[in-house]
């Protein structure tokens, strides 16, 4: 091919060019630390030609959530500004319009929140070469807000026994630090603990050990504590008191048994004045008529005279029936 036929497509090569440029997005600080509370910028610059489909858009990740996942913040497009995020009332550009190749924008007020990664993203068709977006990483410093204790375990005597220590908020991680209240030192033979986990082993209890703990929580930036108190008991005590309330509960359950026999048999005995079919002697005789009054006399005399030899009474008691009958 010979020049002559080679400077047309030069030609063209050039006009293209100049029509289609590049966008180069530029992060100076992969990464910034903030504390909490405080005011912060983040950076982005760019180069291209501004036109009218310019865009300039900001994305939020928060914590170790992946940049591609990141939810928009900051949108701009044709002259208005748009602040979709829950960061809006605390973040503004630093230049406004973003138009003059300067994306930064600012957040007030840091919270541990705003932790995370931020994407600033440049847009300006035709110019699809180049580098069109960059990311960074915020750190929010912050103390530690608050911190718990517990005890994990029965203070016996002759046990082992320990006490956990955790917190609430803190960037960096806090470490951990005990005190034995009321002694000269910090901690006493026995005692084992780990600034990492939080934690503080009690070995061999006595009741030298019982007391009051205090756990301390603490970061460059601030620290948190909490009390946890302990009793250390016997085994014989702690035997003793199981054994008692068991007693106790043997002995109510007993209790209750017999009210309750108690109850149920007075139900089932018979009303002792019930005279059943006993015959009572003073009994009255029904009333006799005439024919079987007279009978009944005749009857009873002579009952009465055979009778005499054997007993004199007998005519008074059979006279005294017979008068109770005809009243």
């Not at 960061?87 to 630093?94: G, N, T």
């Not at 230049?95 to 990664?117: E, F, H, K, Y």
């Not at 601030?222 to 002995?251: K, P, R």
């Not at 002579?302 to 009958?325: F, K, L, M, V």
Request: one cysteine or more; charged letters at 15%; a neutral charge.
């Amino acid at each position: 091919m010979t020049q002559k036929s080679l400077l047309p497509l030069l030609i063209c090569l050039t006009s293209w060019s100049g029509l289609a440029g590049a966008v180069d997005v530029t992060i100076p600080e992969k990464a910034v630390v903030g504390k909490v509370g405080s005011s912060l910028v983040l950076p982005c610059t760019y180069s291209t030609s501004v036109g009218s489909d310019f865009v300039l858009e900001w994305k939020f990740a928060p914590g170790n959530t992946p940049p591609s996942n990141g939810r928009q913040i900051y949108y701009y497009f044709n002259g208005v500004s748009y602040k979709p995020g829950p960061q809006a009332d605390r973040l503004h550009v630093l230049q406004d319009p973003p138009t003059a190749g300067v994306a930064s924008i600012s957040l007030s007020d840091l919270r541990p929140s705003d932790n995370g990664s931020y994407a600033c993203e440049v847009n300006n068709p035709p110019d699809f070469s180049g580098t069109g977006s960059g990311i960074l990483l915020l750190t929010v410093l912050a103390p530690p807000s608050s911190a718990s204790c517990q005890k994990n375990g029965n203070p016996i005597t002759g046990t082992d026994l320990t006490l956990q220590c955790s917190s609430s908020g803190g960037n960096p991680t806090p470490i951990f630090s005990w005190t034995f209240m009321g002694s000269k030192t910090p901690l006493l033979p026995g005692m084992m603990e780990n600034q990492r986990t939080g934690s503080l082993l009690l070995t061999n209890l006595s009741q030298a050990l019982s007391g009051s703990y205090r756990c301390t929580a603490s970061n460059e930036l601030g620290q948190a504590t909490c009390d946890i108190s302990i009793s250390v008991t016997s085994g014989v005590d702690a035997g003793a008191v199981a054994g008692a309330v068991v007693g106790v509960l043997l002995a109510l359950l007993l209790i209750g048994i017999a009210v309750y026999f108690l109850y149920y048999r007075k139900r089932k005995v018979p009303n002792a004045d019930y005279p059943g079919n006993d015959i009572r002697e003073d009994a009255t005789s029904p009333r006799l008529t005439g024919d079987q009054s007279g009978a009944s006399g005749a009857s009873g005399a002579s009952g009465a005279s055979g009778a005499s030899g054997t007993d004199s009474s007998a005519p008074h008691a059979a006279r005294e029936r017979r008068e109770n009958a005809v009243i």
